[in-house]
């Protein structure tokens, strides 16, 4: 046995970690809608498909953080949607943008301590706490808005969301992807991201190690309201509007890449590489689906049929292992 | 009925490892028969084999001369093999009845038949003597009670073979007598009984025969009245441990104050006062809920003190969270490894290096160099059995676990550790290990707290032993000057018997 060394089949190397198996699965997205449109892989598309990820990408930052933990949030497509309106009518009244972008931010902090003391301090489950708060955030956006669009006209804040560096980059893009590698460096290389793993992992042991799981998720909270309330400024400066209706359910959609990318609901398992890839996954798709013309509508089934492999195929690894 | 259970050349191997090889044993109707092993030698996966979770590569498992195939614990059970596992098997919120009926409802046109069904509960709960009712909730039992309602559920489904896996682990030591008791009944009753327990004394206590394993091979069986507990720990262990007790290298040097608390208070505890110095072992004895626990948790900062001092070189010091404990020099390993002590899906490094974060931290970044050093230099420290420290803290054996937990509060340096229940669940060698490295640590002068629920082994582990009964210390014993015997510390861990 020993020094006799077992070529790896193919199967092996895919199945081998779960990072590779869905690097594995983007590239055969990218390789099929490529075969059957050749306008799929070009630059102008490739930027679009990052492009269209920003603001559920920068949520799925947030949700992996939270769920690795052992929490959720699923407050963050209301506040980032209340935020742009906020943000929105800041502006309209005059208020200059950095400020207004400030006190948004502001208010998204606030929005992260009240999820943190619903989970932390009344013991509410984080899923309802959350939701709780999402119904509420949703409410103060269309009480504000009275449910019209807030249209934004400074055109300083707007190249936020649409100025492209170079002619090719856009600036979410680039926000997106520093926080993808900050978020990612922070989560696996300090010792916060270790205790992160380790409060989701067992929480009651981590405590009595001590670490303070209430002070590491209250940080998370706020951090993940914070993106969300970031996502939805930058949303609405694409948007030119302030809507209240603005990314409804992309918190889900966030949730949902963050699993396809291997974060394990019952926490303690996961990374910021595996929520990126599951990320670009359902955005290839989607677009894939589109430049092909399927209609929008197969989006969806497409994202539920992908977050079913990707469960069953890391169901098979775990027996493959197990074996 | 008489019954008769036979395995033959039961064979069973994971990934190339052989798990078991070519068990055969027989027992039948009104014998105890033990299953016998340290951690690793095959018991566990010869039960799972019983009850239809593995299926054995080869071998066969007869019941009253018929061959058994099971393809799932249901299996198992219909064919009259009912396992009692260690962890529990009830649903916490449902009644008595409904787990003992559990799998089975007694129902009239589709409706639960409730008058019948807890008529029927009931009746098999008298039938044992036992003070519950059958519409009681399982939650509000204690867990001596809820480990009956397993065995009533066993009884009810009428099987022939019911086996125990280490069912007194959680049990104090009047529970286990009660437990003893219901067993001889069964026996009487002519079931065939297999029992698996760690306690060498237990087996002298109840059982009729001992089928020794080692390694996933059959030793040999013996009838237990015809060998000595040192026999059993030989052919277990296939060299011969001598007394445990006596080769103990002890720390007998007790040098400064290091802890002392004064009368403290709080919903479990009612004024409890005693001291720990430099280098002393000091035991903690008594029934489970004698507030052991409860006492080293409120010094921890996990649960909050009503009134009382805690002084720690001999100054008054407040200390509302385990953090702040491991400031002023204090390590805890909790009662429960899986639960409290470890995160299961890390692995040993990780696991290790939990308390000391900073400390693997080489320009604000975690360093796995650092890491790894610091990991092997507690493997090694402890031997602890595992091929790397990469490998996952779940896949090792209870008692490299325990190591591992204790290696991690090593490594913040403490001058006070508190083991909660450190042996519970491990096999002999890996207890001899575990004395030796509490008086080790005790020679390098931290003050260590031994709590246990064996008597024997706080008797002959620790220097000075505090016995406690609901919340209150009721005895505090030097193991030379008082020459402890065990019923001494049992009568004061049951109050009531010297009032």
Redesign the interface.
């Known amino acids: 046995m020993m020094g006799e060394k077992r070529k790896k089949s193919f199967v092996d190397v895919v199945l081998g970690s779960n990072s590779m198996t869905l690097f594995v699965i983007w590239v055969i997205v990218i390789l099929v809608f490529s075969v059957m449109n050749a306008n799929y892989h070009t630059l102008q598309n490739t930027t679009n498909i990052f492009y269209s990820a920003t603001t559920v990408g920068l949520m799925a930052i947030g949700e992996t953080f939270l769920i690795i933990a052992g929490h959720m949030d699923l407050s963050i497509s209301a506040l980032a949607a209340m935020n742009g309106v906020i943000v929105a009518l800041l502006i309209q009244a005059g208020i200059p943008w950095p400020a207004a972008l400030l006190i948004g931010l502001a208010i998204g902090a606030a929005v992260g301590v009240v999820n943190s003391a619903l989970a932390n301090v009344f013991n509410i489950q984080p899923f309802i706490a959350t939701l709780a708060v999402s119904q509420i955030c949703e409410g103060v956006g269309y009480i504000l808005s009275d449910g019209r669009p807030i249209p934004i006209r400074d055109r300083a804040f707007i190249s936020l969301g649409t100025y492209k560096i170079g002619g090719i980059v856009p600036i979410p893009v680039l926000i997106l992807l520093a926080f993808f590698i900050f978020c990612g460096v922070i989560l696996k290389k300090t010792t916060f991201g270790r205790k992160i793993y380790i409060i989701g992992g067992n929480r009651e042991a981590a405590h009595l190690a001590g670490i303070d799981p209430k002070k590491i998720s209250t940080v998370l909270y706020i951090l993940s309201s914070l993106i969300g309330a970031l996502a939805g400024g930058i949303l609405a400066a694409r948007m030119h509007t302030g809507q209240p209706t603005a990314c409804a359910g992309a918190d889900l959609d966030a949730i949902t890449a963050a699993i396809l990318g291997g974060v394990a609901l019952s926490g303690g398992k996961g990374d910021m590489l595996g929520c990126f890839i599951g990320l670009m996954i359902i955005q290839c798709f989607n677009t894939g689906l589109s430049v092909i013309g399927v209609s929008s509508f197969w989006q969806s089934v497409a994202k539920g049929l992908l977050l079913i492999m990707a469960l069953i195929l890391d169901y098979v690894r775990m027996k493959r292992m197990e074996q | 009925m008489e019954h008769e259970l036979l395995l033959k050349n039961i064979s069973k191997s994971f990934?190339g490892v052989q798990a078991l090889k070519d068990i055969t044993f027989q027992a039948k109707s009104g014998e105890i028969v033990a299953l016998l092993g340290e951690n690793g030698a095959g018991k566990s996966t010869l039960l799972k084999i019983m009850s239809g979770v593995y299926f054995q590569d080869a071998g066969e498992i007869y019941l009253d001369g018929q061959q058994m195939h099971f393809t799932s614990p249901l299996d198992a059970i219909r064919s009259g093999i009912n396992i009692i596992y260690q962890e529990r098997q009830l649903v916490y919120d449902l009644t008595v009845m409904e787990n003992v009926y559990m799998e089975n409802i007694p129902a009239k046109n589709g409706f639960v038949d409730y008058k019948n069904a807890n008529a029927r509960t009931q009746a098999l709960i008298d039938m044992f003597g036992l003070p519950f009712k059958a519409t009681d909730k399982v939650s509000s039992l204690n867990v001596a009670h809820q480990q009956m309602v397993e065995i009533i559920k066993a009884v009810r489904r009428k099987c022939p073979v019911i086996a125990f896996d280490e069912p007194t682990a959680p049990l104090t030591d009047s529970e286990i007598e009660g437990l003893y008791k219901i067993i001889r009944k069964l026996r009487e009753e002519g079931k065939i009984i297999l029992y698996v327990s760690h306690r060498l004394q237990e087996l002298f206590d109840l059982t009729d025969r001992v089928v020794v394993m080692k390694d996933g091979v059959h030793v040999t069986t013996v009838h237990t009245s015809e060998v000595t507990s040192q026999d059993l720990v030989r052919y277990m262990v296939g060299r011969d441990l001598g007394d445990i007790y006596d080769r103990l290298d002890r720390c007998t040097k007790i040098g400064e104050t290091l802890l002392e608390v004064k009368n403290l208070n709080n919903k479990w505890l009612k004024d409890v006062s005693f001291s720990l110095h430099e280098g002393e072992v000091l035991g903690f004895a008594g029934l489970i809920g004698a507030g052991r626990t409860e006492t080293m948790r409120a010094i921890?900062g996990?649960d909050k003190l009503d009134s009382g001092q805690i002084l720690i070189g001999g100054r008054e010091v407040s200390i509302r969270?385990?953090?702040e404990?491991?400031k002023y020099g204090i390590g805890?390993c909790?009662e429960d490894r899986k639960?409290?002590?470890?995160?299961?899906?890390?692995n040993v490094r990780?696991n290790i290096s939990?308390?000391v974060?900073?400390s693997v931290?080489k320009n604000?970044?975690?360093n796995r160099q650092l890491e790894e050093e610091l990991a092997d230099k507690v493997i090694k420290q402890f031997s602890i059995k595992t091929p790397t420290s990469g490998k996952v803290v779940k896949e090792l054996s209870g008692g490299n676990q325990q190591k591992v937990i204790l290696g991690?509060w090593i490594s913040?340096n403490p001058k006070i550790l508190i083991l909660d229940e450190p042996t519970k669940g491990i096999d002999v060698g890996a207890k001899a290990e575990i004395y030796q490295t509490v008086h080790d640590l005790a020679k390098a002068g931290i003050g260590v707290i031994f709590i246990s629920s064996e008597l024997t082994e706080v008797i002959n582990v620790c220097e000075n032993i505090v016995v406690m009964y609901e919340g209150r210390i009721t005895a505090q014993l030097n193991r030379e000057k008082d020459h402890v015997a065990e019923e001494t510390v049992l009568s004061a861990a049951m109050d009531h018997l010297n009032k």
């Open positions: 990934s921890f996990v969270s385990p953090k404990a491991m805890l909790p639960h409290q002590g470890l995160v299961l899906g890390m990780e939990m308390s974060l900073p931290v604000h970044f975690l991690r913040t």
